[in-house]
């Protein structure tokens, strides 16, 4: 192939129809899933850019902006979100987003395609580790992007310190007297990174271990992100003649699980079983469920700040780094 691709390459390499490309393209709600992948890989392998002239002409305007993220798999992005959009208030910004399955259930979790970045003005990516390749492209593009939850060298990112809430969540329980812990967590399929989950586990059995406790393999379990299978784990672990007193678990719908399973195993909470959670969303207000709390709304927030900054002029990157805090409730 002579000279940079068209949309007539992009129909033949994903074997559709022109027209079908530009529905893609131009209104991607008409096309199904499964077409709208094939077109956008095609895209992505091709390295295709809508011409300039149209991109201006669609966007009227009107500066585009694409959130990627795991939409459907966590309640927590959806917090981010809201802070993306606020700070977005009432700039000339329009805001696409993007669903892609979440890194930890994915055998390929590094995202190695991007949208239509022809038609972006700038990308923000949360909670999806870069492949090279995407990586490469973005630089290339000269795209503007910012990460949440993740690093890559040479972007900026808005992130916390996983590790740490792990470690703040074994400080509380120590200090509340327990000496036998266990955890909850989600499993990832891959090991070609390494999930939040992983890393807050690393840190709660770091601290544990610095107090002189052990946390085996026996008290650990991990699961895919489901109810179901998060309350069989949770009954599993203290079903247990020698289960945990204190229980971490990843996320705040996992804590759900193991209070739900400790309620039906007739355990008091806490005088028999503590339970820690991690975001501090609203259920773990309404449950009193003690929780390391996130800054999830300041990340988008802070993420789209900086975008538009470099939206406005490019500069070097940087990693920012926001607080964590352990809030005490009535499960501890």
Do not use: C, W
Not at 1 to 6: A, F, N, V
Not at 44 to 58: E, M, N, R, W, Y
């Amino acid at each position: 192939m002579s000279g940079p691709p068209t949309i007539y390459d992009v129909a033949t390499r994903a074997g559709v129809s022109i027209s079908t490309v530009s529905r893609v393209l131009n209104s991607p709600g008409g096309v199904s899933e499964r077409t709208r992948r094939k077109v956008l890989a095609a895209v992505d392998a091709l390295g295709f850019t809508p011409k300039p002239d149209a991109v201006a002409k669609a966007r009227r305007g009107v500066g585009r902006v694409g959130v990627i993220a795991p939409y459907t798999s966590y309640p927590s992005v959806a917090r981010r979100l809201r802070g993306v959009l606020r700070a977005v208030g009432d700039r000339p910004l329009e805001v696409v987003l993007f669903d892609q399955e979440s890194a930890a259930e994915s055998t390929s979790p590094l995202l190695a395609s991007l949208p239509v970045t022809g038609r972006l003005d700038g990308l923000i990516v949360v909670s999806l580790p870069l492949d090279d390749a995407v990586a490469d492209r973005l630089a290339a593009l000269r795209l503007p992007a910012v990460l949440v939850d993740v690093r890559h060298p040479g972007f900026d990112s808005v992130r916390t310190d996983d590790a740490d809430g792990g470690r703040l969540a074994a400080g509380h329980l120590i200090g509340r007297g327990h000496r036998r812990f266990g955890f909850l967590g989600e499993d990832q399929r891959s090991d070609r990174y390494v999930s939040p989950s992983r890393l807050r586990l690393g840190g709660y059995r770091a601290a544990l271990a610095e107090a002189g406790h052990v946390i085996g393999d026996g008290d650990v379990r991990l699961v895919r992100h489901r109810a179901g299978e998060a309350l069989a784990a949770a009954r599993d672990l203290l079903a247990r003649e020698d289960r945990p007193t204190a229980v971490f678990a990843s996320d705040d719908v996992l804590a759900a699980a193991v209070l739900r399973a400790a309620r039906d195993l007739g355990l008091d909470v806490p005088g028999s079983v503590a339970v820690v959670g991690f975001d501090d969303g609203e259920p773990a207000e309404i449950m009193g469920l003690t929780t390391v709390r996130q800054p999830l709304e300041e990340s988008g927030r802070a993420a789209m700040e900086r975008l538009i900054q470099q939206l406005g002029r490019r500069t070097a990157a940087r990693d920012v780094v926001l607080g964590l805090e352990l809030i005490a409730r009535a499960t501890t």
